[in-house]
Structure formats: structure tokens, C-alpha cells
């Protein structure tokens, strides 16, 4: 299978995730061509701000092996990770990042920092950026743009 084929996976995830009200992000570990672990962000739904997708796949990966380093696993998300993932990925010592979307915002491979391969680390995985990146902003966009949506919405007067 090829960097495509997962990061579907991943968008599967984020698709989830929206429509259950979460901002679309989706992630997915895969080791030795087999996914161990998948999840979508759940920040809204668990009304946690540390449930971002590739944490909870991280946790649910080190659980399914039986082990916090996730050497020989690639993490596939649709959006660059913030500086909280990034320090979980580097932590879990995953040996490679595909990510999709980039966040000029909040992305910390390489758009606000590069926390990921920073050169001070004990460990810099493998990343490789803008794999199905139009549809994984594509997602993001219209969560957005239909939740701005909602807010300019006037309230009845009457």
C-alpha cells in the first residue's frame, strides 16, 4: 500500500470526526503494512483539549503493541501536528510523519516551528508533508466555513 492509500484512512477519521461536530482531523498508525491504530479528534465530544487525533492513536497503538516506542510505525494524519502532538510523537518515537494538510497556525513540522525534527531532540522521525493535502484542507475548509456559517446566522426578533 502507498502514503495514498493510508492517508484515506486517515480522512475516513476526520470525516468522522465532523460529523460528529469535531474539527475534521483523522489519523492512523500503520506498522508492517497493517493499521494498529486509528481515531479522529474527539476535543468537542470527550471536552478534552488533549484529544486530538493523533494522540488518541497514539495511545491506542502503544496499547495495541504493548509498547510506548513506536519504532517501526508511520503516523498518517490530514493535519501538520501542533506542538503538542509533535512532543507525543517524538516522545512515542515514531519513525514517520505523513501528514496532509499544513496549519499555519499551529503546525509545528515546519509552518509555526519544526518541533518534529528539531535538532536538540533524542529523536527526529522521517516526515513527509502534502500527501492528499487539497482534500484533507478541503475538509477542514468547509467544517469551517459552514460553523462561521451558523454564527452569522441573525437570531429572530421575533
Known sequence: ???????????????GAA??????????VVRAGEVIARAGNRTVRDQ???????????????????????ED???????EPCA????????????????????DKAGMAGSVGDLLRHSRL??????????????CGAALTQFFRARRQLVDVPLSTG
Open 48 to 70: 478534552d483539549p488533549t484529544a486530538h487525533a493523533e494522540l488518541l492513536a497514539i495511545r491506542a497503538a502503544a496499547a495495541a503493541l504493548g509498547a510506548w516506542r513506536l
Open 122 to 135: 533524542n529523536h527526529r522521525p522521517e516526515v513527509l508533508s502534502g500527501v492528499r493535502a487539497a482534500e
Open 73 to 79: 510505525c508511520t503516523l498518517y494524519v490530514t493535519l
Open 1 to 15: 500500500m502507498n502514503d495514498g492509500h493510508w492517508m484515506g484512512l486517515a480522512i475516513d477519521e476526520a470525516r
Open 19 to 28: 460529523e460528529a461536530g469535531d474539527v475534521p482531523v483523522g489519523a492512523v
Open 84 to 103: 503538542m502532538c509533535a512532543g507525543a510523537i517524538v516522545l512515542a518515537r515514531v519513525r514517520r510523519v505523513v501528514f496532509g494538510a499544513w496549519d
